[in-house]
C-alpha cells in the first residue's frame, strides 16, 4: 500500500506542494499539486534581510499546505525552503515564525543540496548521460555537471529573476541602458565558472518554472500541437527566436501588454526578459546550441530522496 507524501518547495518566487503516492524504496507518483506565487525574496534591500509582506505570503502559504495535508491523510512531510530563506539575514526569525504559526519546521537547503536535488529529478526523468542542467529560480541559478548520469559539482548564484528584475529592469518598457546592464550582470554570474568550458558537444537540460515558460512562448508561437513541455528541446532556431522574441518583441512592451503573451502567465510577465537573458548567456558561455526542459525536478528529486528524508 502507498504512504501520501507531501513535498513543499518554499522557493523565491513560488511556492509548491505536490503529494505523491509513495512506495518506500520503490516507486512514487503524482496524485495533486498546489501553487502559491509568494515572491519571497521580494524587496530585499542591501541589509539581506526578507520583509514582512513577503514573509507574511510565506507563512500563509505554510499555514494553508499544511492544512491541505492534514484534511487529505498526508502524514509524510518534507518542507524545504531555498535560495531567498537561506541568504536572509533573519532567516532565523522567518523560520521560527513558520514553525510557530504554521507547525511546519523547514529544512534550509544548502547550495549543493539544491542542485543535487534538482539533478536527481531531472535525470531520473530525462536521458541525460553526460551534460549540464541549469535551474534558473527567483533568487539564483543553479548550474550542475553530470557525467555517466552522475552527479559531479554543482554551482549557485544569486542570478534569479525575481533579484535582476528588481536591480536592473527599472524601466518599462526596458531601457537600451537597463538592458545592457542586465545581460552583462548575467554574463558576469557565469564567468568564474571554468567548467562550463568542457560543455561543448554535451547536452544542457533545464528546470524550473522560467525555462518551461520559455518553453511555451516558443511552443505558442511555432504552433507545437501538444501542451507538454516535457522533454521539449529549444533548439538553437527556436531558442534564438524565443529570446529573440523576449530580447525584442517583449523588451519593447510594457508589462501590460506582456501579460497578454501567449503561454506567459501574468504572475511571471515581470520576470521572464531576465530569465531570457539569464538563459542566453549560460548557453554562450557553455556553446550549447539546445536545451532540453525536464518537467521533473528539485520536489521530484526530494520524493525520489524521501527514504532519507522522512526516516
Known amino acids: 500500500m502507498q504512504d501520501r ?8 518566487n513560488t511556492t509548491r506542494l505536490v503529494v ?16 502559491e506565487t509568494v515572491r519571497l525574496a521580494e524587496g530585499v534591500g542591501e541589509d539581506g534581510a526578507l520583509q514582512p509582506g513577503p514573509m507574511d505570503r510565506g507563512v500563509e502559504a505554510m499555514k494553508m499546505f499544511h492544512s491541505f495535508c492534514k484534511s487529505t491523510g498526508v502524514t509524510k512531510i518534507v518542507p524545504v525552503a531555498t535560495s531567498a530563506t537561506r541568504d536572509a539575514t533573519n532567516q532565523a526569525e522567518f523560520l521560527a515564525r513558520v514553525a510557530r504559526e ?3 519546521k523547514l529544512r534550509v537547503l544548502s547550495t549543493e543540496e539544491e542542485g543535487y536535488y534538482g539533478y ?4 531520473n526523468a ?3 548521460r553526460d551534460g549540464f542542467l541549469i535551474d534558473i529560480g527567483g533568487g539564483s541559478a543553479e548550474v550542475t555537471a553530470i557525467r555517466g548520469r552522475g552527479f559531479v559539482r554543482s554551482f549557485s548564484q544569486p542570478a534569479g529573476v525575481i533579484r535582476f528584475s528588481e536591480r536592473y529592469v527599472r524601466s518599462d518598457p526596458i531601457s537600451s541602458r537597463d538592458f545592457k546592464a542586465l545581460q552583462e550582470a548575467a554574463a558576469a554570474s557565469f564567468a568564474e565558472v571554468d567548467w562550463l568550458g568542457e560543455a561543448h558537444g554535451t547536452t544542457l537540460a533545464g528546470i524550473g518554472g522560467t525555462i518551461r515558460t520559455l518553453a511555451e512562448i516558443d511552443q505558442k508561437q511555432s504552433g507545437y500541437p501538444l501542451d507538454r513541455v516535457h522533454g521539449y528541446t529549444l533548439s538553437q532556431g527556436r531558442y534564438r527566436f524565443a529570446v529573440g522574441f523576449a530580447a525584442g ?10 501579460e497578454e503573451v501567449p503561454g506567459l502567465s501574468r504572475d511571471r510577465a515581470d520576470l521572464i526578459l531576465a530569465g531570457a537573458v539569464i538563459l542566453q548567456q549560460l548557453m554562450e558561455r ?5 536545451v532540453l526542459v525536464s518537467g521533473q525536478g528539485l520536489r521530484e528529486g526530494l520524493a525520489a530522496a524521501a527514504d532519507d528524508l522522512v526516516g
Do not use: C, K, N, W
Open 126 to 128: 530525462l536521458d541525460l
Open 286 to 290: 557553455g556553446g550549447f546550441g539546445e
Open 5 to 12: 507524501i507531501g513535498i513543499i518547495d518554499l522557493g523565491s
Open 20 to 35: 505523491m503516492g509513495y512506495t518506500p524504496h520503490h516507486s512514487f507518483r503524482l496524485l495533486d499539486e498546489v501553487r
Open 102 to 104: 504554521s507547525g511546519l
Open 249 to 258: 518583441m517583449l523588451r519593447g512592451m510594457t508589462l501590460r501588454q506582456r
Open 120 to 123: 536527481l529529478g531531472a535525470v
